[in-house]
Each structure stands twice: as structure tokens, then as C-alpha cells.
């Protein structure tokens, strides 16, 4: 059986709306980036409990998040960095999600071993949470190329 998810935020910016769409589609899975145009990494946690218990309600569930982890500056303050992450984490946990969508990194395609050194780390809270990370590849990241996401892909264990 082939099951169907969806970026149900470009169907609505309301979770109503999310949830409508979803259900009009039968599609059942959302990949979860936003609420009220609010991306998931920001929600707190209480706010996310309720989104769940209203997915839950209504037959949907979160195949993955869709966060903006990793879609910063390489010289971002890591060790504070890595808190978002640690929060991105828990609320995949309050949403009974494994995946996590992240990307590797800006202004890095000369910085290479940070990049891997920052991604590991990453893993290591995720797997903390039973959680998994997903690269995802956009214009302008580290792995933005087919060369470099294998390079990611042989150098970095858990993604």
C-alpha cells in the first residue's frame, strides 16, 4: 500500500486548514514545517502538545518535520545552536515523529570538516531522542551537489 504525506502548510496556513486539505486529499501524513506561518522550531512545546492532540483527533499524523536545522550561517554560535536542535528533537518526540529534514550548512563549501564536525554532533542529540536527521539538499549549502552529499554521505554515520 503506498501511503501519501504532504507539506500540508501550502494548503493552508491554519492547522484547520492543513487538516482540511489533508482529509480532501486522503492523505493522512504531514510533513510538519508550520503553523500560522510559524515554523516548527519555534513552536513551544505546550503549543505543539495541542497541535498533536487536534492531528490526533482528527487521523493524521506527522511523518516528519520539516525544520530549518542547519540552514544557517557555518559560523553560527554552535554550542547555542545546538540547543534549537535539542528542541527540534523533543518536539518530534511530542509529535511521535523518527524523521527530522535538516540541511548541512551556508557559506561552508570550503569548510568542510566543520560542517562534518557540526552534523555529527547534531546526530549525537538526535540520538538522544530516538530521533533520525535527513539531509536535505537546498541551493547554497555545503550539500547542495551531488559530490558533496556523498562526500557527507561517506563521512558522517547516522544521517
Keep these: 500500500?503506498?501511503?501519501?504525506?504532504?507539506?500540508?502548510?501550502?494548503?493552508?496556513?491554519?492547522?484547520?486548514?492543513?487538516?482540511?486539505?489533508?482529509?480532501?486529499?486522503?492523505?493522512?501524513l504531514m510533513e510538519l514545517r508550520s503553523i500560522d506561518k510559524k515554523?516548527?522550531?519555534?513552536?513551544?512545546?505546550?503549543?505543539?502538545?495541542?497541535?498533536?492532540?487536534?492531528?490526533?483527533?482528527?487521523g493524521i499524523s506527522v511523518w516528519s518535520i520539516g525544520s530549518p536545522l542547519g540552514k544557517v550561517d557555518i559560523e553560527v554560535d554552535f554550542?547555542?545552536?545546538l540547543k534549537k536542535v535539542e528542541h527540534v528533537c523533543k518536539l518530534a518526540n511530542v509529535f511521535k515523529v523518527d524523521k527530522i529534514?535538516?540541511?548541512?550548512?551556508?557559506k561552508a563549501y570550503e569548510k568542510e570538516e566543520k560542517v562534518f564536525e557540526y552534523l555529527r554532533k547534531m546526530i549525537e542529540v538526535a540520538n538522544k531522542y530516538n530521533v533520525y536527521l535527513?539531509?536535505?539538499?537546498?541551493?547554497?549549502?555545503?550539500g547542495d551537489t551531488l559530490v558533496r552529499v556523498k562526500r557527507i554521505m561517506d563521512n558522517i554515520d547516522g544521517l
Design 1 to 28: 500500500m503506498i501511503r501519501l504525506c504532504a507539506f500540508s502548510d501550502e494548503a493552508g496556513n491554519s492547522l484547520k486548514e492543513q487538516i482540511e486539505a489533508l482529509k480532501r486529499n486522503s492523505i493522512s
Design 39 to 58: 515554523n516548527v522550531a519555534d513552536f513551544k512545546v505546550e503549543e505543539a502538545k495541542e497541535y498533536q492532540r487536534i492531528m490526533e483527533e482528527n
Design 79 to 81: 554550542d547555542e545552536y
Design 101 to 106: 529534514r535538516m540541511f548541512s550548512f551556508f
Design 134 to 142: 535527513y539531509h536535505e539538499n537546498e541551493k547554497d549549502i555545503y
